[in-house]
């Protein structure tokens, strides 16, 4: 957006976070959106999360062989789960932008909000239509109807709190375009819901074509950036509007700040971390009668049976946990999050919340061991995926490594190899371990648990095994650059000088 002749403050980032409450606000009825904003954040990452659900319980019985039927289906299943995990995310990020434009909420605000949280948390069971029936277009009608409903709440929100100025920015408070303001806001809400609009029409004849527009609705920010860049380029940069909206920075998809990028990251890893022990709660605790009549009434004979799910549980567990020190590890040194990197974050965390079907996958091991192999490897890709997207994001930021990170994890540091080392770790272990299987199909099953074993000692190893390395790279030059011993030549006379790796003569 051009710069303006005589522009108003930005923006600030935080909204709300920065503006002290007062007694006099408690007295008119006003309040901050702390409180709310933390209750809708995680109410948005449990919802993103358990969209995995259906997928996870894809009911393939023991006498079933994973041919390509099963693996279609399930490649379908997680596909859409995917496209469907990305759109909660952007109205995560749609809903945090907002309540940086509203300042402080009232009553009326806050039911407002619990009645988009509603209509969000709808969305999983619209997906598990979609999964279900995916020849029938109710589902795909459904969660697109759920998203023109979440973007009309938070079309009344804006427009409630702009009919009530006191709720609003205090910097929006003061400007002389609020109306401007207000109709920008609306515009950009209204993207979303207004092609999830044509992909509801469609779903009623072609659905394939809802499937495209709804993942155009995660795209299309970056797709226009794109066009602008080239735009500009192309034919140099616009004239600056008559009525500007100063500086106004409201952008649903651009960057958000680290701290919530860490907070909504956080909700996914622990969620993901207590869907596997609900899966063992579920599946794994005997039936009395079962322990009486055929264990004895010995509970350890009983859980015995259950080993093999308890090893893939704990499997599964270290690497929801040592991925979730990976992405600590980096946020650690990342001083601001571009928005490459917040899509990269999303990505990554999409292929974390498909964890507890890798977990489903290596517990039934046991059940169906003629399909170890194929469950093996989408295992290992759903691992592999979930980190190197993390990778992508170290990546990224290394390109502006300036702006984006603390002086310690620049290029040169100890701390750079090390955090590469960590981050290169589990899509390293992970692809070796997928490859091996191709050569040893017999020993699939053990390639993978002992991956899971070594991968947490390599953690606890790593920082001396890249301490090591590097003392190493730094005495190979020193080897290099020794001069080489001069024999002499036949016949000449005899250099009595010594090697310095010799012994000197007595």
């Known amino acids: ?20 409450l007062g007694d006099e606000d408690a007295a008119d009825g006003t309040q901050h959106s702390h409180r709310m904003l933390s209750f ?7 919802i993103a999360t358990v969209m995995i659900l259906p997928v996870t319980h894809t009911d393939i019985s023991p006498e079933q062989e994973f041919d390509k039927s099963i693996q279609k289906l399930l490649a379908t299943r997680i596909a859409v789960y995917l496209m469907t995990f990305l759109i909660v995310t952007v109205a995560w990020a749609a809903h945090t932008r907002l309540f940086q434009v509203v300042g402080k909420i009232d009553d009326t605000l806050a039911l407002l909000n619990l009645a988009c949280m509603m209509t969000i948390t709808f969305l999983p069971f619209t997906f598990s239509l979609m999964v279900t029936f ?25 427009g409630y709190a702009f009919h009530f ?18 109709r920008h806001i609306l515009r950009i809400i209204f993207h979303g819901p207004a092609l999830c609009f044509v992909a509801a029409g469609f779903s009623l004849f072609f659905y394939p074509a809802s499937y495209l527009l709804m993942a155009t609705v995660i795209f299309l920010p970056y797709v226009s950036k794109a066009a602008s860049w080239c735009r500009g380029r192309l034919v140099g940069p616009r004239e600056p509007p008559a009525h500007s909206l100063e500086f106004f920075t409201f952008d649903l998809h651009g960057p958000l700040s680290k701290e919530r990028v860490e907070a909504f990251s956080d909700g996914v890893y622990a969620i993901v971390a207590t869907l596997l022990i609900l899966d063992i709660c579920e599946d794994n605790v005997p039936d009395p009668k079962d322990v009486r009549e055929k264990f004895s009434g010995s509970l350890v004979a009983a859980l015995s049976e259950s080993g093999p799910h308890f090893l893939a549980y704990f499997g599964s567990f270290a690497t ?13 040194h990342v001083r601001k999050a571009t928005q490459p990197m917040g899509l990269l974050n999303t990505l990554s965390l999409a ?4 964890l507890p079907l890798a977990y489903q996958q290596t517990s039934a091991f046991a059940r169906q061991p003629h399909d170890e192999l194929e469950r093996v490897r989408v295992s290992c890709a759903i691992i592999f995926f979930a980190s190197i997207f993390q990778f992508a994001i170290w990546t990224t930021a290394l390109l502006q490594e300036g702006e984006t990170l603390q002086p310690s994890a620049r290029f040169g540091g100890q701390e750079h190899a090390f955090m590469f080392a960590k981050l290169a770790l589990y899509p390293c272990a992970s692809l070796l371990a997928f490859a091996s299987t191709c050569i040893l199909t017999r020993f699939s099953t053990a390639i993978f648990h002992l991956m899971q074993i070594a991968v947490p000692f390599a953690f606890l190893l790593l920082r001396l095994l890249v301490r090591l390395a590097l003392a190493i790279l730094r005495a190979l030059p020193r080897l290099a650059l020794r001069p080489a011993p001069t024999r002499p030549a036949p016949g000449g006379p005899r250099d009595d000088t010594c090697s310095p790796l010799l012994p000197a003569p007595c």
């Open 1 to 20: 957006m051009s710069r303006p002749q005589s522009p108003e403050p930005a923006l600030n980032v935080q909204g709300a976070s920065s503006i002290g």
């Open 40 to 46: 809708s954040d995680a109410l948005l990452s449990i």
């Open 134 to 158: 995916p020849d029938v277009p109710l589902g795909i009608f459904l969660f697109c109807m759920c998203v023109i409903a979440i973007g009309a709440v938070q079309a009344l929100i804006v």
């Open 165 to 182: 100025p006191h709720l609003l920015n205090p910097q929006i408070q003061r400007s002389a375009h609020r109306a401007l303001y207000k």
């Open 320 to 332: 929801v946990g040592l991925l979730w020190f990976a992405h600590h590890s980096l946020f650690l």
């Open 351 to 354: 292929f974390v919340g498909g």
